[in-house]
């Protein structure tokens, strides 16, 4: 049985910077899958923020390139994501996806003053 776990989200004022981590346990391995995140502000659908391969390749997408920095730990089994210069728009539940089939149950990310 696969659980992906998240957490690190908050309330943060614009400018600021969070950390989110994801945790995996059971069996699959973050290093052997492409990881995801992803986010969803309320009435949007679910949009791809950043991910990474296996082989260590990165994705990120136009609205948070240069802001936003995703990363892993194979010895921990866990994945993270690092924002940075954070905007009103960055406001979003996040969620970290394995593979294209794990979901993690997500965590509330708040940018607001």
């Known amino acids: 049985q696969v659980q992906l776990v998240e957490s690190g989200g908050g309330l943060v004022q614009p400018g600021g910077s969070l950390r989110l981590s994801c945790a995996a346990s059971g069996s699959i391995l973050i290093s052997e899958n492409i990881m995801a995140w992803y986010r969803q502000a309320p009435g949007k659908e679910r949009e791809l923020v950043a991910s990474i391969t296996s082989s260590g390749s990165t994705y990120y997408g136009d609205s948070v390139k240069g802001r936003f920095a995703i990363s892993r730990d194979s010895a921990k089994n866990m994945a993270y994501l690092q924002m940075n210069s954070l905007k009103a728009g960055d406001t979003a539940v996040y969620y970290c996806?394995?593979?294209?089939?794990?979901w993690g149950q997500g965590t509330q990310v708040t940018v607001s003053s």
């Open positions: 996806n394995v593979g294209f089939r794990y």
